[in-house]
């Protein structure tokens, strides 16, 4: 189904008001030769395609001036043996969802993963990730159309190349992938993962701590923490937690020596946004409707009403005073979308 002149508002966590040329709602893979079709005809028109998941890590900067597909296709494939759970699991289901239905059909592993919001497909594309578990611990592979060439695709767990908050879809393939379906391989040896932070109060190694304990806490922590886009406009995370050298790392912590790092393999050094903004004292600074959120500052609101570009304004205050205090430049996780794609903070800057 295509519609024209359609609102977005409803298709992005936060809430903002912009609009599609066009939008394609992509509800069975039946509707391919369909969709080909349309793509086809708004590139020869040198149009902009989006691919749109549950929106909830986009920040619409205007309106798009091509075509939207919004990716809604449903359904869960499991099968197993004697040592794995399988999923086959379309692009269109919620995410949370889907933790909740396996957690209580004792199907474990993604309980870490709780509340994260979003739909499947778009899970890959950053390699969402919480209390220690990534998406790449479980994916074994991912069925895309190849939106040049429009053959159906599947690559394996390596070839994603996955990263933190980061895959081949961000790269190589950015704007030439459609992911249809993800496979999930669940060991049923499973075992708790409590090291992260407040998780650490449940004993991972006693025998009767359960999935379901874990997907509780979770649940708890992050309702407690993140706000519920439902009620309060965001995109989680707006930005990633910098990765910096040792050498600065050391430099900051002679400083603050209660700034929280996570040293990596490599030698850099993983530091907490949140920590930094917070640091700054900026949760509930506000510009126009957009706020840096009361209880977790790596999240920006939309305390109602906010344009895109008050969002982009307070990101870019909230940017200049993390690298003026601590000289670390913070990168946006969340994705900008100008009226012709993907652009970046300073792209739009640049732009007004
Ligand atoms: N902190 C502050 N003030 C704040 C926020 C955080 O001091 O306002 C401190 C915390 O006390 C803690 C540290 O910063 O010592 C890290 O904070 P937290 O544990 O809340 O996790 P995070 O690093 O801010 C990451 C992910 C989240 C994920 C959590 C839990 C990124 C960018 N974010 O947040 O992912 O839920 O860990 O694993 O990696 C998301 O991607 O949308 C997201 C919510």
Known sequence: MIEKNCSLKAFNSFSIDAYAHRLFHFQKISQLPELLDLIKVTKAAKQPILVLGGGSNTLFCEDFSGLVIKVELMGVNKSEDAQHHRLKVAAGEDWPQLVENTVEQGINGLENLALIPGVVGAAPVQNIGAYGVELKDFCESVDYVDLIDGELKTLTNEDCLFAYRDSIFKGDLKDRALITSVSLKLPKLWKPLCRYGLLE????????????????????????????????????????????????????????????????????????????????????????????H?????????????????????????????????AVLLEHEVRFIDANGETTLQQVIDNV
């Not at 939309?302 to 200049?320: I, K």
């Open 201 to 292: 109060a449940l004993n991972e190694t006693a025998d009767s701590v359960t999935a379901l304990q874990i997907f509780d806490n979770v649940c708890r922590i992050r309702s407690e923490k993140l706000p519920d886009p439902a009620i309060l406009g965001n995109a989680g995370s707006f930005f990633k937690n910098p990765i910096v050298s040792e050498h600065l790392s050391g430099q900051l912590l002679s400083h603050h020596a209660d700034m929280p790092h996570y040293p990596q393999a490599d030698g850099s050094v993983k530091l907490a946004a949140g920590w930094l903004i917070d640091q700054c004292g900026l949760k509930g600074h506000q510009i126009g409707g957009a706020a840096v």
């Open 294 to 326: 009361t209880e977790q500052a790596l999240v920006l609101v939309n305390n109602g009403g906010a344009t895109a570009y008050d969002v982009v304004q307070l990101a870019a205050f909230v940017r200049e005073q993390v690298l003026q205090k601590f």
